[in-house]
């Protein structure tokens, strides 16, 4: 007997490695305007009700890690009320990759889908 | 200036971790007799001409991770004409997971989709 539950989670989480950046990418790209973690969570879950890719500790080792790349501009700021708020921004090398992976996506997407269903996306 | 090529390399590995797997069992799922390393290789790279996800040294660790699962049966049969080759056979439960699985990727494509074009899924 396998463990299908943990080997279904082990397998969302690798489906998750990247295209959790994708998502990230195209909502900074698409509001332009800079947001806090806790923003970029609710903006996330309010798309993806089931929390498949949002869950908000898995958000932060992504967003620092684009922003190490430099496709994200990262500040912290005070704020009036609470703890200070790290903000994040997409930088234009971040909306060159968002072109380029958004490219990739739509290509590994189509064959997964012609692999899974020899029809080729359905409808 | 970032490195748009490494940085996007590393995107697509990302993306073929969970998605590799998924096209082997759809593949040897379709295709319901064993095939061998090389059989399976050629089956995918007929779909996936680019050799996104199939370049073949890359499918041995997961289609032993598969085998190691329990989703895969797999053994060595002596040729005739070169080495022994490792054969490789889902298991009921690989069926099983390849259901699971198929529904979360397209759950998961669907929420990708919606982040990186509002308009959701386009034609």
Do not use: C, H
């Amino acid at each position: 007997m396998i463990d299908l539950e943990t080997l279904s989670r082990k397998f969302q989480k690798e489906l998750n490695a990247g295209t959790t950046a994708l998502a990230l990418l195209a909502l900074l790209a698409r509001r332009g305007d800079p947001l806090y973690g806790y923003e970029i969570a609710k903006q996330l879950a309010a798309v993806d009700a089931e929390l498949a890719l949002g869950k908000q500790g898995a958000l932060y080792p992504v967003l620092r890690a684009l922003a190490d790349e430099g496709l994200l501009e990262s500040w912290v700021e005070p704020s009036v009320a609470g703890p200070p708020r790290r903000y994040y921004r997409i930088t234009q090398d971040g909306r060159s990759a968002l072109a380029e992976w958004t490219r990739l996506w739509r290509r590994t997407r189509q064959l997964v889908d012609e692999m899974i269903d020899e029809r080729g996306r359905e409808g």
